[in-house]
């Protein structure tokens, strides 16, 4: 079990009847799964040898054999693709950066969030 995912996320997550969340922080140095008694999560880091932007999505076992892909796009900006029944769903989160950032960092953060946005657009 996560050490960053606990029973009471678990709780969460059926009492609100939730089939997908977003994790962050997740300490985990590389992209692996783990699968639960009723969830599978997904998890990944963008540098292998680092404990820090851990990302992922934690899944109920309704939808875990339709998931297609999950992917970190950049540091900061990862997606999970679902297939519905009538389309595919593409979810993306970040890792957001601060008001106190440098000006440099954010633009470049948002230039890469556009592209991904960009790029599912144009597949569609």
Known sequence: MFACYTEQEQKEMDEYKTDICALQEIRRPRKGTEITKNYMILYGAHKSDKYEFGWGFCNSKYIMDELLDFELTSERIY???VKLKY???ILISTNVLTEESDEVAKEEFY???ENVCDAIYNKT
């Open 111 to 113: 230039r890469s969030l």
């Open 87 to 89: 389309y595919n769903l």
């Open 79 to 81: 997606k999970l693709r």
